[in-house]
Nanobody, 127 residues
Framework: QVQLVESGGGLVQAGGSLRLSCAAS????????LAWFRQAPGKEREFVAV???????????YYADSVKGRFTISRDNLKNTVYLQMNSLKPEDTAVYYC?????????????????WGQGTQVTVSS
């Protein structure tokens, strides 16, 4: 069983930075591909970034076009934690951010293909 717990959300002004963390309780953490998704009010959950696990071109990353160049996903396999460094934040980045995990390769941006999810953390960017 995999449990994911996000932290680090909060209120920040436009142009500011936040770092989200997702701690995992999983013996196979290094094999997990881990992603961040976000969901704004009234909108569908959308892909933000993913970092692949060992056996799936480990540490390869992919980003949504909307965050490329501003957000960085990374992982620490010794701490069983994945991070999302968010810089140059914009009001449109406001959403609940979710950490998700998977063991199987597939479409990295597909919500339905991730069996493991955290509870989410709120990020609010004021203008």
């Amino acid at each position: 069983q995999v449990q994911l717990v996000e932290s680090g959300g909060g209120l920040v002004q436009a142009g500011g930075s936040l770092r989200l963390s997702c701690a995992a309780s999983a013996r196979m953490f290094s094999s997990l591909s881990l992603a961040w998704f976000r969901q704004a009010p009234g909108k569908e959950r959308e892909f933000v970034a993913v970092i692949r696990g060992i056996g799936a071109s480990g540490d390869t990353t992919y980003y949504a076009d909307s965050v490329k160049g501003r957000f960085t996903i990374s992982r620490d396999n010794l701490k069983n934690t994945v991070y999302l460094q968010m810089n140059s934040l914009k009001p449109e980045d406001t959403a609940v951010y979710y950490c998700a995990g998977r063991l199987v390769r597939g479409t990295w941006s597909a919500v339905a293909e991730y069996p493991y999810w955290g509870q989410g953390t709120q990020v609010t960017v004021s203008s």
